[in-house]
C-alpha cells in the first residue's frame, strides 16, 4: 500500500507541475493559433492536457480507455477526431510554444554574447508492423545498416548549449514513388494535411529553408545553424547565408571542388597541399576557400544564373578514434577561430541526446499506431511539447546559474564592503526593525551597548572596539 500511495503522490505532484507548465505558457491560446479550438464541447486544451499526461502515467490509451477507473470524462472518438484533424497545423503549435518558452524562460538567464544555434538533423521513426500507414515508405537506417519501412523525422531544434528545444518537424516520406509503399489520401487543398503531405514529399535539402523560416517569423533568434555533412551542400548553405544565418557543419571528403588562389582543389588535394599544424594541436589545418554555387535554372529563363562564390573557412580536426584518419568541418562566419568553431559544433550532439530521451523515455516511436498520417504529426508536437517540460525542469533542478550569479553578485558587494561597515548596517536595520515595536530609543540603545559588550574580543578587535573585556573565540578543531 505504501508503494501505491508513494506512486499516487508523485503522479499527483507531476500532473501539478503539468497543469502549472500548460498555464503558464497559455498553450491553450496558442492551440487557437494553431487552428485547433471547438465552439462547445470537451476544450481541445482538456483532451491535449490528457494525452500529454499518458505517459508520465506509464498508461496507453487504449489501455486507459478500457479500464473502469479511466482518468477522463470522454470517449476514445474525441481523441480520435482530435489527431486526426486536417485543418489543426502541429507544426505552428511546436513553433510557438518553442519560441514562447524560449523568449519567456532560457533567453533571459543567459548573456546576450551567448552563441545560440539552431539544429537540424532527422533520425528514424519506425513503423515496421504496419503497411497500411499513409505515405509509408521504405528507409535506410545508418544505425543498424538496414532497410526498414517507416519515415525520417526531420527536426529542427534550439540551443544555447545547456538546453535543448525542439522547435519544427518534418515527417518525411521518401521523394521517389517506387519507395513510398502507400501513397497520401486527398485533402482539402487549402489545410494544414495538404501542406503537411507536400512537405512530407519533398527533398530534406528543399524543407531545411522552409522550417528555419517559420523559426525566424515565430521570433527565435540564432546566429549559426548546425548539421552534419547529409545537409553540407552549396545550395543549403547559400539559402542560409541570404538568410543572414552562418553555417558550422561537418563536410564530407568527396569530390566536392574548392577555389583557392584560382585552382579548383577538393579536400584531400587542399589538405596535401598545405603545411599541416605541429605537435598536438586540436586542429591539424585551417584555410579559407571560395566554395563554388551555380543556381539551377527557372523554368522561363534562357540561360543558367551565373556561378556564386561563397567564402567558407574550413578546419582539419584530429579523429580520435583513427590517427590516420581528420574530421573536416566548414563554417561561413569568418570571424570564428578554429577553437570556436569546434566548439559550436559540438553543440550539435544535443539533438542526438534529444532523439534517444523521446525514442527510450517518451515513447516516440511506440505509442501511436494509427496509420493516420496526421495523426502521426500530432503524436510527435505532443512528444516534442513533453521534451519541453523535462527541459525546463532540468534547467531548473541542474543549472547552478540559476542561483550562481545571485550568489556572486553578493559576493562581489560583500568584498568590498569592511566587516565594521556590515556590522554597521546589520545595526542599523536591527534598530529599525525594533523601533515597529514602539520600543524607546534608551532601552533599544541600552540593548546595543550590551551586544558590544558581550562581544567576543576577536570580533570587537575586528569592529574597533578597543577597552572591551569580551571573551576570544572559541576555535574548534
Avoid at 55 to 69: C, P, Y
Wanted: one cysteine or more; aromatic letters at 10%.
Amino acid at each position: 500500500m505504501a508503494i501505491i500511495t508513494q506512486d499516487y503522490e508523485n503522479e499527483q505532484q507531476f500532473s501539478n507541475r503539468a497543469y502549472h507548465f500548460f498555464k503558464h505558457y497559455k498553450i491553450g491560446d496558442i492551440l487557437r493559433k494553431s487552428n485547433a479550438y471547438k465552439h462547445c464541447g470537451i476544450p481541445v486544451v482538456t483532451v491535449v492536457i490528457y494525452l500529454f499526461l499518458l505517459v508520465f502515467r506509464n498508461r496507453s490509451l487504449n489501455l486507459d480507455m478500457s479500464s473502469v477507473r479511466k482518468s477522463c470524462s470522454f470517449c476514445r472518438d474525441t481523441v480520435y477526431r482530435l489527431k486526426n484533424s486536417l485543418y489543426i497545423n502541429w507544426q505552428r503549435f511546436t513553433t510557438l510554444l518553442s519560441a514562447k518558452i524560449i523568449t519567456e524562460s532560457i533567453q533571459p538567464l543567459t548573456s546576450d554574447e551567448r552563441r545560440n544555434v539552431f539544429i537540424i538533423d532527422d533520425t528514424i521513426f519506425e513503423r515496421g508492423r504496419s503497411k497500411q500507414v499513409e505515405l509509408l515508405s521504405w528507409k535506410f537506417d545508418h544505425a543498424r545498416h538496414k532497410t526498414v519501412r517507416g519515415f525520417q523525422l526531420l527536426t529542427l531544434s534550439w540551443s544555447d548549449g545547456v538546453t535543448q528545444i525542439p522547435v519544427n518537424f518534418c515527417l518525411s516520406s521518401s521523394t521517389k514513388e517506387e519507395k513510398r509503399i502507400n501513397e497520401a489520401k486527398t485533402v482539402p487543398v487549402n489545410s494544414a494535411a495538404a501542406h503537411r503531405r507536400k512537405l512530407a514529399k519533398m527533398k530534406k535539402t528543399d524543407v531545411v529553408p522552409l522550417l528555419l523560416k517559420e523559426a525566424v517569423s515565430a521570433g527565435i533568434s540564432a546566429k549559426y545553424v548546425l548539421f552534419d555533412s547529409w545537409y553540407c551542400i552549396p545550395k543549403v548553405i547559400h539559402q542560409l547565408k541570404s538568410m543572414n544565418l552562418h553555417t558550422v557543419a561537418m563536410v564530407k571528403k568527396g569530390p566536392q571542388k574548392y577555389q583557392l588562389n584560382g585552382k579548383r582543389l577538393n579536400c584531400k588535394e587542399l589538405f596535401a597541399a598545405y603545411k599541416k599544424r605541429p605537435g598536438r594541436s586540436k586542429y591539424l589545418l585551417s584555410v579559407v576557400v571560395m566554395l563554388p554555387y551555380r543556381p539551377e535554372k527557372e523554368k522561363d529563363a534562357k540561360e543558367r544564373p551565373e556561378e556564386i562564390l561563397i567564402p567558407v573557412k574550413l578546419v582539419y580536426v584530429r579523429n580520435r578514434n583513427k590517427r590516420n584518419e581528420y574530421l573536416l568541418l566548414m563554417s561561413t562566419d569568418l570571424s570564428l577561430t578554429e577553437e570556436e568553431i569546434i566548439q559550436l559544433y559540438g553543440k550539435r550532439w544535443g539533438i542526438e541526446v534529444f532523439f534517444k530521451t523521446c525514442k527510450s523515455v517518451l515513447k516516440l516511436t511506440g505509442e501511436c499506431h494509427s496509420i493516420s498520417y496526421d495523426a502521426m504529426c500530432s503524436h510527435c508536437a505532443i512528444v516534442f511539447a513533453r521534451y519541453m517540460l523535462l527541459a525546463l525542469e532540468a534547467r531548473k533542478e541542474q543549472d547552478p546559474r540559476t542561483a550562481g550569479p545571485i550568489f556572486c553578485l553578493i559576493s562581489d558587494e560583500i568584498a568590498d564592503m569592511s566587516f565594521q561597515h556590515v556590522f554597521e548596517l546589520l545595526q542599523q536595520i536591527w534598530k529599525n526593525l525594533l523601533r515597529e515595536f514602539k520600543l524607546p530609543e534608551q532601552q533599544i540603545a541600552a540593548l546595543f551597548d550590551e551586544l558590544k559588550a558581550n562581544l567576543p574580543a576577536d570580533i570587537a578587535a575586528l569592529l574597533g572596539l578597543r577597552g572591551n573585556t569580551g571573551a576570544s573565540i572559541t576555535r574548534f578543531g
